[in-house]
């Protein structure tokens, strides 16, 4: 099995920065893209940014454009997002997903359980 687990969420004030970050485990033998998503309340999940393995791809939500930035370390299988310049409509919970390829199940997508970012003065 493959285990998807973010850390980095929290409180913080508008204009404020922090850094996601979200480690694979399992039986990998590789990893495709890796991304972020994220859930508002009664909002549809939406993608916002997504990355090739050899990172020399990226895609960005228009919203977060010039804001937030994707980046992957493959040695430890982690992808991070780090935003900066936060507005409270970014409050959501942001959920990492990968395209993993493993010894177990081939080719699936897998998604972690989500973590937290709110915010508010």
């Known amino acids: 099995q493959v285990q998807l687990v973010e850390s980095g969420g929290g409180l913080v004030q508008p204009g404020g920065s922090l850094r996601l970050s979200c480690a694979a485990s399992?039986?990998?033998?590789?990893?495709?893209?890796m991304g972020w998503y994220r859930q508002a309340p009664g909002k549809e999940r939406e993608l916002v940014a997504l990355i090739t393995r050899g990172g020399d791809t990226t895609d960005y939500a228009g919203s977060v454009k010039g804001r937030f930035t994707i980046s992957r370390d493959n040695a430890k299988n982690t992808v991070y997002l780090q935003m900066n310049s936060l507005k409270p409509e970014d409050t959501a919970v942001y959920l990492c997903?990968?395209?993993?390829?493993?010894?177990?199940?081939?080719?699936?997508?897998?998604w972690g359980q989500g973590t937290q970012v709110t915010v508010s003065s």
């Open positions: 399992g039986s990998i033998f590789s990893i495709r893209d």
């Open positions: 997903y990968a395209d993993v390829n493993s010894w177990s199940r081939g080719i699936s997508d897998y």
